[in-house]
């Protein structure tokens, strides 16, 4: 299980892995579903029951970039980092994508600004918070300015073009390119700016984005500051909501008057929570709950009852009081959201362990007493919240023999973590050591549980936790490394899902994917749903791990590929399949043998359609098939076998599996040669297959074409 994301080799640096003999060439080892690949789909049902509904239903979407985040390698321009460098012309922003924004969008005091300076100076320097819908204004400044479309340049490339004498910008168009994170935008000078001036002046207007920590001392004349009042953040949130109840305007109507939804709003840092705020009370208003029912779900009431669970309760009738909440109680309920769907046996040891590291913490106030027998577990479930389920969810006593908990108010959970790390900082030391004791244990739905909550926390305080726990288990070299390096990988997966975070989870594990000692985790965390929502960016740093020898990085590729990236992993793949370096030529041969197991809608044999897609899987399978490396031919044949036994199971795909066999070989020796395998082989598979019908017709239509 603790390699199952890191595919099946290891081999050493030193160069080929041992070839087989010709009889091992021919054996066919099974290449159905291995264990791996089904661990893998179990691990991947885990994590996805811990997630936000939005990161699993899709990550983070277009819309989102237009509020500053999201997958730049897909939506905003087609290269990142050290991928092949491109035309800025290619970075150009979907109109369709516009026509969204501008619907949706509020315009603030500094758009007329924005777009007053862009016309009358042609580059303006953009400076705001990240998160604040700057680059959405970025954009519809520059569209307004210049309506004949927007082009997003590269943070890195696209200021190499800046500087050069043409200028780099495309006539025509308006421009963006975004400083976040680069030495470039704290450099910039009123020199290059004014240079820039003459170039763009009325023909290719330029919006440079830099975050609101940079100094621009020197720059007056060019800058627009971007800031966003309080009473913007819920105009933006009625327009969105308008918007996704376009149908239902008396239900959008009245949870927009609620008196309760403003507050919610104090604890949303960034235009992109709004937005995904907006989708949430739009979907529960189609499901029919009502205005009381959504407000008190959202975060301002959920904190606010996790503030009375952790905290003293408030005095009863009369003089009297209540006790104080005990840490026995506590620790319970850190135990239950934690491990929510979990045995309630696993839930009350667990609190134990906890209790004790609570207990150990020292602070000017006396320790408080943990009497072993005043309390029980019934007292505990008083300040929990919980109800108990049985595996199939349906509710059962908590003497049932298999009896799980589950904290009953969606949401609850991250508010008590949440008030727990901000209102109660002394807790935190012993809640991550215990956390980190979590991830070592046997269990996957306790380690799971335990990463992704390390996740969450890192989206209160990024800084601490990365210190703290997550550098810490991706550099891992002790007896639980795997454990800890694939903890990490589901803990920035959590992470990620903050707007806020998105960039710098994808920069983080950018330099991890170049560094030996983080390499492992890198290729882990690309494995999740982090490569799903950047393929681009996560294909590059794969590349740089498979380039290194360390393990092959096949699991992390299939993930992206069936999250709905295969035209774009079949190209690299064919890239990697014609590389000088053994191995990505490696990984690319087991790539194809691993992907050619999907069925259905994810099987490579649907893109023999596709004109694109073809070109590319015909590129990789060739080289495959044609490599100096015996084992890499195996991978291939393997996958032939596959397609040729799914021709004769699914209609329809024989006749296409045949045309692309019959393109495979090339004129001359190479190509004679493998005609002669191929026929071989099919002759072999006729015998060897349950159903012979695949290979036979395969073989009929080839011979055929072969012949003219």
């Excluded at 309920?333 to 590291?357: F, I, K, M, Y």
């Amino acid at each position: 299980m603790d390699d199952m994301a890191g595919g099946l080799m290891n081999e050493s640096l030193e160069g080929p892995s041992s070839e087989p003999t010709a009889d091992e060439e021919t054996a066919f080892a099974p290449v159905g579903v291995d264990a791996a690949e089904e661990q893998a789909d179990h691990i991947r049902w885990l994590r996805q029951r811990g997630l936000p509904r939005a990161l699993v239903e899709g990550g983070i979407k277009g819309g989102a970039v237009g509020f500053g985040t999201g997958d730049t390698a897909r939506t905003m321009y087609k290269t990142i980092l050290n991928a092949p460098v491109v035309d800025p012309i290619d970075g150009r922003f979907p109109e369709d994508e516009l026509d969204g924004l501008r619907e949706r969008y509020v315009r603030p005091a500094a758009y007329g600004v924005l777009v007053k300076h862009l016309e009358r100076h042609g580059v303006a320097v953009l400076r705001g918070a990240p998160g604040s819908g700057r680059f959405t204004m970025a954009l519809l400044a520059a569209r307004q300015v210049m309506d004949t479309g927007v082009v997003v340049l590269d943070s890195e490339t696209g200021v190499r073009r800046l500087v050069k004498e043409d200028g780099g910008l495309q006539p025509s168009r308006g421009h963006v390119i975004e400083g976040d994170g680069r030495r470039w935008a704290s450099e910039l000078r009123a020199q290059l700016l004014n240079r820039l001036r003459e170039v763009t002046y009325r023909r290719q207007p330029l919006v440079i984005i830099v975050d609101d920590r940079v100094p621009v001392a020197g720059l007056d004349g060019h800058v627009v500051e971007h800031e966003v009042a309080d009473e913007l953040r819920f105009r933006v949130l009625a327009r969105h909501v308008t918007v996704h109840l376009a149908d239902l305007p008396e239900g959008g109507r009245k949870l927009l008057e609620h008196e309760r939804l403003r507050e919610d709003l104090n604890g949303r840092r960034s235009m992109a929570e709004i937005a995904v705020l907006a989708g949430e009370l739009a979907r529960r208003v189609r499901e029919g709950d009502d205005a009381d029912q959504i407000v008190q779900g959202l975060g301002a009431e959920l904190r606010a009852k996790a503030a009375r669970l952790l905290g003293p309760p408030k005095a009863g009738a009369g003089d009297a009081r209540q006790p104080d909440v005990s840490l026995w109680s506590r620790a319970f309920l850190l135990a239950c959201v934690v491990l929510d769907g979990t045995t309630l046996s696993r839930v009350s040891r667990e609190s134990h362990r906890l209790a004790e590291l609570l207990h150990g913490v020292r602070s000017p106030s006396s320790v408080p007493e943990m009497p072993l027998f005043v309390e029980s577990v019934q007292d505990w479930l008083g300040a929990a919240d919980v109800e108990f389920i049985d595996r199939n969810g349906n509710r059962v006593e908590a003497r049932h023999p298999e009896c799980l908990v589950r904290v009953r108010q969606p949401g609850l959970g991250q508010a008590v973590m949440e008030v727990l790390w901000h209102d109660h900082s002394g807790a935190r030391v012993p809640l991550l050591e215990w956390l980190d004791s979590l991830v070592i244990r046997g269990e996957e739905d306790i380690r799971v549980s335990a990463a992704q909550t390390v996740g969450l926390l890192a989206t209160f305080d990024w800084e601490y936790v990365h210190e703290e726990l997550l550098v810490t288990w991706a550099s891992e070299k002790g007896e639980h490394s795997d454990r800890k390096h694939f903890a990490a990988a589901w803990a920035l997966e959590r992470a990620v899902a903050d707007p806020l975070l998105a960039l710098r989870v994808q920069r983080l594990l950018w330099r991890w994917s170049q560094r030996r000692e983080f390499q492992s985790c890198a290729r882990a965390a690309y494995g999740t749903s982090i490569g799903a929502m950047f393929p681009a960016h996560a294909l590059g740093g794969l590349e740089k791990i498979a380039q290194s020898g360390m393990k092959s990085v096949w699991a992390a590729v299939r993930e992206i590929y069936a999250a709905g990236s295969r035209e774009q992993v079949l190209e690299r793949l064919a890239d990697w399949s014609s590389s000088s370096r053994h191995w990505l030529r490696d990984d690319a041969a087991n790539c194809l043998q691993r992907l050619s197991r999907f069925r259905g809608r994810r099987a490579v044999t649907g893109f023999l359609k596709e004109p694109g897609p073809r070109e590319h899987l015909l590129r990789l399978t060739r080289q495959v098939l044609l490599s100096s490396t015996r084992s890499h031919r195996r991978y291939g044949w393997n996958a032939m076998r596959l397609w040729v036994e799914r021709a004769g199971e699914e209609p329809g795909i024989e006749e296409l599996v045949a045309e692309f066999v019959a393109e495979l070989p090339e004129p001359g020796a190479g190509g004679d040669g493998l005609r002669e395998q191929f026929l071989f082989y099919l002759r072999l598979w006729a015998h060897q297959l349950p159903d012979p019908n695949g290979a036979t017709g395969v073989h009929s239509i080839v011979t055929e074409r072969w012949s003219i």
